[in-house]
């Protein structure tokens, strides 16, 4: 079992156990590394578990292929899904067979929101909310048990953060602060 989750990683995980064989690594210590190792930040990384509630932060995901792979990693979630920013004129019909079938609310933030609500032409229940830290607030008020709130933007952070890495400490920021 790994900590990461996400059909890629267990790919990634088997392709690392055989190299490690090829160069006659300890099977156990692979095996042993690789069930600790908790991904890099911002990229699917569990943040926290609130109320039974999961956080994960991919604020990586600054292309709509990047949210379609981690919408994909969410076997039998029901995903409340954070996105939004500076869409940079991408199409974001591709998000739409997900959207119906993983997410039960779209959560938007940004300069593009309205192009993304425009083409996922209400599927799903979409709210406009303009700022992460309203978003994050709307997500544990929606939440419910067992589902997973999945900040994993599509867009590119700079219409209101300098990175996608301020955009991703900044939702950590404000997860942490509804433990309190």
């Known amino acids: 079992d790994l900590l990461i989750s996400g059909v890629h ?26 069930r600790s190792y908790k991904g890099l930040k911002h990229r699917v990384q569990f943040v926290a578990k609130i109320d039974d509630v999961s956080w994960i932060n991919d604020s990586k995901a600054t292309n709509v292929g990047a949210c379609v792979a981690a ?21 974001m ?6 959207l119906k079938t993983k997410v039960k609310a779209l959560l938007l933030i940004g300069k593009d929101s309205q192009l993304i609500k425009q083409a996922v032409n209400d599927c799903i229940a979409v709210l406009d909310l303009g700022t992460l830290k309203k978003a994050v607030k709307e997500a544990q008020k929606i939440a419910q048990t067992g589902d997973t709130v999945l900040l994993s933007p599509a867009c590119a952070s700079m219409d209101q953060f300098t990175n996608y890495k301020e955009r991703g400490n900044i939702f950590v920021s404000e997860v942490k602060a509804l433990q309190k």
């Open 9 to 34: 990683n267990q790919e990634n995980a088997l392709a690392a156990l055989a190299l490690g064989s090829v160069i006659e690594l300890p099977e156990a210590a692979m095996c042993s590394a690789l």
């Open 93 to 98: 019909s591709d998000l739409v067979p997900l």
């Open 71 to 91: 919408l994909q990693s969410f076997k039998d979630a029901s995903v409340v899904l954070i996105a939004g920013g500076d869409a940079k004129a991408a199409d």
